[in-house]
T-cell receptor
């Protein structure tokens, strides 16, 4: 089945540093999504990408939909303490009515004091 | 607009017991799904539905049943709970491609412990 490889699994950074994480797949997706999950909460959508090559920003977050449609990255600039959490990439194929969303295993972001 | 509502938030079951996790959405989304989240495993799809009366299996369907009698509700049933089903369960809904954007909206989760 379709699988997403998300890396890194975890990151330990200093406040103010930039962060980069990515997802790759052996399958082509029509949509890439990036979510953040805070402790005890459900994932919340950060950025949605719908076109190959698309580069989208949301405040300090920037994400890109890879040209091959098999990868995506998320960058966070000038990290702050509230950026701590788990970040998930997700791909969606949208074949016929099958709109399954496949999730990566997540990148856990830690910010060192 | 409540979004996706899951109940209960916490549940402890004994092995062999059955229960139903409730999920309701008020956004008129056609597509609903159930995931389980385990440490290091990310979100794994259990079952999903592309519309009322239609359900299908995801990646880890064994031990779970679903039904979709209305657009709003998508309950998840554990027929005979096992310790391996201890997990955090998330329900999500999204518009299908025909209706527009397809971002999934998640509920707050149900933390289930089977002893």
């Amino acid at each position: 089945g379709q699988q997403l490889n998300q890396s890194p699994q975890s990151m330990f950074i200093q406040e103010g540093e930039d962060v980069s994480m990515n997802c790759t797949s052996s399958s082509i997706f029509n949509t890439w999504l990036w979510y953040k999950q805070d402790p005890g909460e459900g994932p919340v959508l950060l950025i949605a990408l719908y076109k190959a090559g698309e580069l989208t920003s949301n405040g300090r977050l920037t994400a890109q939909f890879g040209i091959t449609r098999k990868d995506s990255f998320l960058n966070i600039s000038a990290s702050i303490p509230s950026d701590v959490g788990i970040y998930f990439c997700a791909g969606q194929l949208k074949a016929n009515r099958d709109d399954k969303i496949i999730f990566g295993k997540g990148t856990r972001l830690h910010i060192l004091p | 607009n409540a979004g996706v509502t899951q109940t209960p938030k916490f549940q402890v079951l004994k092995t062999g017991q059955s229960m139903t996790l409730q999920c309701a959405q008020d956004m008129n989304h056609e597509y609903m799904s159930w995931y389980r989240q385990d440490p290091g495993m990310g979100l794994r799809l259990i079952h999903y539905s592309v519309g009322a009366g239609i359900t299908d299996q995801g990646e880890v369907p064994n031990g779970y049943n679903v039904s979709r009698s209305t657009t709003e509700d998508f309950p998840l049933r554990l027929l005979s709970a096992a310790p391996s089903q201890t997990s955090v369960y998330f329900c999500a809904s999204n518009l299908s491609g025909e209706q527009g954007n397809t971002e999934a909206f998640f509920g707050q989760g149900t933390r289930l412990t089977v002893v």
